[in-house]
């Protein structure tokens, strides 16, 4: 999948990130918990997936990519 590379400032494929994000999106499902961003502290907010809508995970996996130099 493309994403938008941070350093690169393009978007780029990374399968090694890819991969990455797969496995916390199994994660998430597999404890029917989220990761979300807490925009008002700048931190992550841990939800259960049954109070949140489950396309949570696709923003997961939208992520940009910072990983290269």
Known sequence: MNRWS???KRMISNPKVDAFLV???KVCRQHKMAIG???SGGGF???SL???DDS???WIGS???NTRS
Do not use: M, P, W
């Open 45 to 47: 907010i841990i939800s």
């Open 37 to 39: 961003h807490e925009d």
């Open 56 to 58: 949570i995970l696709d």
């Open 50 to 52: 049954s109070d949140v």
């Open 23 to 25: 496995d916390i999106i």
């Open 63 to 65: 992520a940009a990519d």
């Open 6 to 8: 941070v350093k690169e």
